[in-house]
Every structure is written in structure tokens, then in C-alpha cells.
């Protein structure tokens, strides 16, 4: 199969046609009431309100034992894989763009780069990324519907998401207690399958999560505490490998990352959610196991609605675990803070992992 053909099948829950996004309709966010949301009805920061406990960012330290360290964010750059049309450009524009100025003969450097900020490589999904099509309109995190919300320009263009901006995210950021779920350690194996039915082994469901705790000799995620998947599927390109792989390489590797992932099923969302975490992650584009979950094919990454849109649980994606893995570390502080991008659905970034 082409690696086109691969690519946009993955990208489908992503990127829809508008006439398909149009036919599906979903009334459940009225029907549960999602909104307003725990954290109020003028909340745009959703579980990052957790780093304001004092409790929280205490017990997030008392995970450093070691005192080193780790950034757990993957390589930006033009061969990377990206769901659908998704890219990454990076340009110099000029050699140098500056000088020499001075006695001391100073020059500088910049770069232009063009891309989707928030979802490629490591990438943050902000309160105003995942939404659901409702029979009024698409809903968005704490009830608000777009695009009545967006933030508009002076010639009345959209120029943002407005109250769901992730800049609401980036005022607060991050500093929670860390677990990593070594998903892949726990089944045997370098690397989850790719479900394609449920059942499959590629799907984490809630009692799988319980498991891996057990066998990783940790506590429960506890309010406020950040819970990251290692799949193992994240590894296909890895940074411990990327800069080595030549062209070739690099394109088997969007193929292979690109035909379907492993990833959390809807029930183990669920039972994180009941443990009032900060923030889910993993090694993968999405963390939700696709094309199949718990649930079949019939939902689109079903933890992102019903985690982010729902709940305001955001989701961090793209991330390189293998390190923490390899050194057996389950528990650490983690530290993290979206750019306060003004009405950015997303961000990029560059984790740390504090042990």
C-alpha cells in the first residue's frame, strides 16, 4: 500500500472532509452536561489549575531522587512523520542575516519556519483543538460554541480561539508528579501492535493500566499527577536514532509510524479521568488506539473528546519516553508550559523529566 494511502487513513480522524464532518452530529456534551466544567464557567486553563495546589507541585518534588534529568521532546524537522498534510519548514534566510557589526566583527542568524504549531512532533493539544459537532453548533471545552467565540480581527476575520486559546494553559503550565506506563515492558514486547479490532493487545484499557502500576511497584495516579504511555511505537523514530537515518530510512519511518498506532482505550481514559489527573501523554501522534479502541472503529480518538472537550484534560503527544524507560524510572517531576501562543489551538515544546 502507498504510504499516501496509509497516511490518510490515519489522518481521517483528523481530517475529515467538511461534508462528512457536517453529517456527523453528536448531542451528548448537552445530553451529560459538559458544561459548565469543574473547574467554572469562565475556566479556559482546564486540569492545569492543578500546578496552582501547593500540595501538588510539594509532591511532584519529592519524586527527584537521583537529582538528574531528562527533555523528553522529539526532533522538529522537514522528514519527521505528520498526520495528513501536516509539515515542517525550516529556512535560513540569510548566511548571515547580519554584521559583521563592531570591532568584535558580531554576525547573527535567523530562520523562517512555517508549520502547524501545535500538532507536529511534540506537540500540546490546547482547550481549543478537540471539539465535538452538536446539533447547535461545534462545542468546545466549558460549553463554548464556535464559531461565535473565536477571537476576531478589525476586518472581522478569525484570528483565534478566544476563551480556549492556549495561552489560558501556558499562564500556569505544569509541575506534576510524573508516571510513565512502560505499556510495551509490560507485554513482552519492543512494540505494541497496531489494533485493528478491539481486543488486541495494542489497546490499554483501564485494567491494563492497573497492571502496569502494580508490575512498576508504583502508587495510583493521584490528583494533579501526569500519566504518559510508552507504546513503543513512538521509538520508530526515536531520538536516539533519527539523526542517524538517511532519507530512506526516515520515509520507511513515516510509513511505518503513520499505518495506525497503539495507544489508551477509552477505559483507561476513563479511569484516569476518575483519578483527577493533570494531563495525559504518550509516545504517539494521538495517544488514542486507532484505527480500532475498546469500541471499534466507529469513534475517532475517542479519549481526545471525551478527556479535553469534556473534561478539560489536556493531552501531550509525540513524546520520546525510551529514556526514562531504559532507566527503569516510572515516577519523576515533570515540568512543562504550552508558549502563551494568543488563541493557539496547540504548542510545541520541550518537556523535562526531573528524577
Not at 13 to 30: E, M, R, Y
Request: glycine fraction near 12%; proline fraction near 6%.
Amino acid at each position: 500500500m502507498k504510504a499516501s494511502i496509509i497516511a490518510g487513513a490515519v489522518a481521517t480522524a483528523f481530517a475529515l472532509s467538511a461534508t462528512t464532518a457536517l453529517a456527523q452530529v453528536s448531542d451528548k456534551p448537552f445530553q451529560e452536561n459538559w458544561a459548565p466544567s469543574k473547574w467554572g464557567k469562565d475556566d479556559s486553563a482546564g486540569s492545569s489549575n492543578h500546578t496552582k495546589n501547593a500540595a501538588n507541585v510539594k509532591r511532584a518534588i519529592s519524586m527527584i531522587k537521583q537529582f538528574k534529568s531528562v527533555t523528553l521532546g522529539k526532533y522538529y524537522h522537514r522528514d519527521i512523520p505528520a498526520v495528513g498534510t501536516r509539515h515542517w519548514n525550516f529556512v535560513l534566510t540569510g548566511t548571515p542575516n547580519g554584521g559583521p557589526f563592531g570591532e568584535n566583527a558580531m554576525v547573527y542568524h535567523d530562520e523562517m519556519i512555517s508549520t502547524e504549531i501545535g500538532q507536529i512532533s511534540t506537540q500540546f493539544d490546547g482547550p481549543g483543538h478537540i471539539g465535538v459537532n452538536t446539533s447547535k453548533g461545534m462545542f468546545l471545552y466549558n460549553g463554548r460554541m464556535y464559531p461565535e467565540s473565536y477571537e476576531r480581527g478589525p476586518a472581522g476575520r478569525a484570528e483565534g480561539m478566544g476563551p480556549n486559546g492556549v495561552e489560558h494553559v501556558g499562564e500556569q503550565g505544569f509541575i506534576c508528579r510524573g508516571i510513565v506506563l512502560d505499556a510495551a515492558g509490560y507485554r513482552g514486547v519492543e512494540r505494541l501492535p497496531i489494533p485493528r479490532k478491539p481486543g488486541e493487545i495494542g489497546i490499554v484499557t483501564a485494567e491494563d493500566v492497573k497492571a502496569i502500576i502494580k508490575k512498576q511497584g508504583i502508587a495510583e495516579p493521584q490528583p494533579g499527577d501526569c500519566v504518559f504511555l510508552h507504546t513503543g511505537h513512538g521509538n520508530i523514530w526515536g531520538n536516539s536514532v533519527y539523526k542517524k537515518m538517511n532519507s530512506e530510512q526516515r520515509a520507511k519511518a513515516r510509513v511505518d509510524f503513520g499505518a495506525g498506532e497503539p495507544g489508551f482505550g477509552i477505559s483507561a481514559c476513563e479511569y484516569m479521568a476518575s483519578r483527577d489527573i493533570a494531563l495525559m501523554g504518550g509516545d504517539t501522534s494521538a495517544n488514542d488506539a486507532q484505527p480500532s479502541g475498546e469500541k471499534g472503529d466507529a469513534f475517532a480518538v475517542h479519549c481526545h473528546t471525551e478527556m479535553q472537550t469534556r473534561r478539560g484534560i489536556w493531552n501531550l503527544e509525540n513524546m520520546d519516553l525510551k529514556p526514562l524507560v531504559d532507566a527503569k524510572v516510572y515516577e519523576f517531576a515533570f515540568i512543562w508550559a504550552p508558549l502563551k501562543i494568543i488563541g493557539g489551538t496547540g504548542s510545541p515544546g520541550n518537556p523535562i523529566a526531573i528524577y
